[in-house]
């Protein structure tokens, strides 16, 4: 079985940038992707415009145009395919990388690297590959991990912790569950499509993290009543057509949209070997290599956040793989 200097789990704008730096340094490289290219980002709502500049959203050196001040999720959406076919990158898309087990010394030693791995894989399809490299770069993100409430009844069918539209809520009674942008942004396309909204929010109010066109919006909303909110409360309980608030009270339900937050997946560092930490969920890494305490195993964007996702959006963790590829190539020349 060929063994690849790097196999890169995770085709996100981080993945990504580590697939550009690789192929610079020629590397033999590839990118596992369990969804299709930039994932998150395709699952993000339909209307959504990025908080950032494009020139901030740019990768290999490619430019984003747009004729907006903000990008679209669509205009990121083309930007990321353009990216992927002017480099030809290596991306294996539907192909869900199920676990990395680091080989033992005596095997990592006589392959004469800092480490090598067994990468078993599941595609879409269903079949299982197996696929081997000297390096991992752990790039998955953690937007398809959502923070769950561990309340009863959040698995229920009208239940969900990803909104994408406004127009299936049409005359629905929804409870939207946070209080930040993903909810004020869900709230307020709901009540304009016709939905009957209301938040619940643990904070006192809405998060100054909150994008300062939607912030002013929202309020405005909750203020003038046509969007219901109920500040320093939480559900306790989700029921077919009502929810529970630690309060007591109950609100008729329809629809319960739980935006709550995203964090990567500790469990499946910890299989890897990667120690995590117990308070924030950040794996122990190396803040100039960004190596994990697994030998040859490196962690890139929203992998490395833990619980602070605020810390780690496109705009930084785009540069990590550069400084990683750069370190598996000194390596190999060694």
């Given at each position: 079985?060929?063994?690849?200097?790097?196999?890169?789990?995770?085709?996100?704008?981080?993945?990504?940038?580590?697939?550009?730096?690789?192929k610079?340094?020629?590397?033999?490289?590839?990118?596992?992707e369990?969804?299709?290219?930039?994932?998150?980002?395709?699952?993000?709502?339909?209307?959504?415009?990025f908080?950032?500049?494009?020139?901030?959203?740019?990768?290999?050196?490619?430019?984003?145009?747009?004729?907006?001040?903000?990008?679209t999720?669509?205009?990121?959406?083309?930007?990321?395919?353009?990216?992927?076919?002017?480099?030809?990158?290596?991306?294996?898309?539907?192909?869900?990388?199920?676990?990395?087990e680091?080989?033992?010394?005596?095997v990592?030693?006589g392959?004469?690297?800092?480490?090598?791995?067994?990468?078993?894989?599941?595609?879409?399809?269903?079949?299982?590959?197996?696929?081997?490299?000297?390096?991992?770069?752990?790039?998955?993100g953690?937007?398809?991990?959502?923070?769950?409430?561990?309340?009863?009844?959040?698995?229920?069918p009208?239940?969900?912790?990803?909104?994408?539209?406004?127009?299936?809520?049409?005359?629905?009674?929804?409870?939207?569950?946070?209080?930040?942008?993903?909810?004020?942004?869900?709230?307020?396309?709901?009540?304009?499509?016709?939905?009957?909204?209301t938040?619940?929010?643990r904070?006192?109010?809405f998060?100054?993290?909150?994008?300062?066109?939607?912030?002013?919006?929202?309020?405005?909303?909750?203020?003038?009543?046509?969007?219901?909110?109920?500040?320093?409360?939480?559900?306790?309980?989700?029921?077919?057509t009502e929810?529970?608030?630690?309060?007591?009270?109950?609100?008729?339900?329809?629809?319960?949209?739980?935006?709550?937050g995203?964090?990567?997946?500790?469990?499946?560092?910890?299989?890897?070997?990667?120690?995590?930490n117990?308070?924030?969920?950040?794996?122990?890494?190396?803040?100039?290599?960004?190596?994990?305490?697994?030998?040859?195993?490196?962690?890139?964007?929203?992998?490395?956040?833990?619980?602070?996702?605020?810390?780690?959006?496109?705009?930084?963790?785009?540069?990590h793989?550069?400084?990683?590829?750069?370190?598996?190539?000194d390596?190999?020349?060694?």
């Amino acid at each position: 079985m060929a063994v690849r200097d790097v196999i890169i789990i995770g085709a996100g704008p981080s993945g990504l940038a580590t697939a550009i730096a690789a192929k610079h340094f020629g590397l033999d490289y590839l990118v596992l992707e369990k969804g299709s290219l930039v994932d998150a980002i395709a699952r993000f709502p339909i209307n959504m415009v990025f908080f950032t500049t494009p020139e901030l959203l740019e990768i290999g050196g490619i430019p984003l145009t747009t004729p907006y001040e903000k990008p679209t999720r669509l205009e990121a959406l083309r930007y990321y395919r353009k990216v992927v076919d002017t480099f030809q990158l290596q991306v294996s898309l539907f192909e869900e990388a199920l676990s990395v087990e680091p080989a033992s010394a005596e095997v990592a030693a006589g392959d004469g690297g800092p480490g090598r791995f067994t990468v078993t894989t599941r595609t879409s399809r269903g079949a299982t590959r197996v696929r081997e490299a000297r390096n991992v770069v752990l790039s998955m993100g953690y937007y398809d991990q959502p923070v769950r409430l561990n309340i009863a009844g959040e698995n229920l069918p009208h239940v969900s912790h990803f909104y994408q539209e406004a127009h299936h809520y049409y005359r629905q009674r929804v409870v939207i569950v946070g209080g930040k942008n993903s909810a004020a942004e869900a709230a307020l396309e709901i009540h304009r499509a016709g939905g009957h909204v209301t938040i619940v929010h643990r904070g006192a109010g809405f998060g100054d993290s909150i994008k300062y066109w939607v912030k002013p919006d929202i309020e405005n909303r909750v203020k003038e009543g046509s969007i219901a909110a109920h500040f320093n409360s939480q559900l306790v309980e989700i029921r077919s057509t009502e929810v529970v608030l630690d309060s007591g009270q109950t609100l008729a339900a329809e629809a319960v949209l739980l935006l709550t937050g995203y964090r990567a997946d500790p469990e499946f560092m910890r299989h890897a070997g990667v120690a995590i930490n117990d308070e924030t969920l950040e794996p122990k890494y190396s803040a100039e290599t960004y190596e994990t305490n697994v030998p040859g195993l490196f962690v890139a964007g929203g992998q490395l956040a833990g619980k602070r996702t605020g810390t780690v959006f496109i705009e930084n963790g785009r540069f990590h793989g550069q400084q990683i590829a750069k370190v598996i190539a000194d390596r190999s020349r060694s």
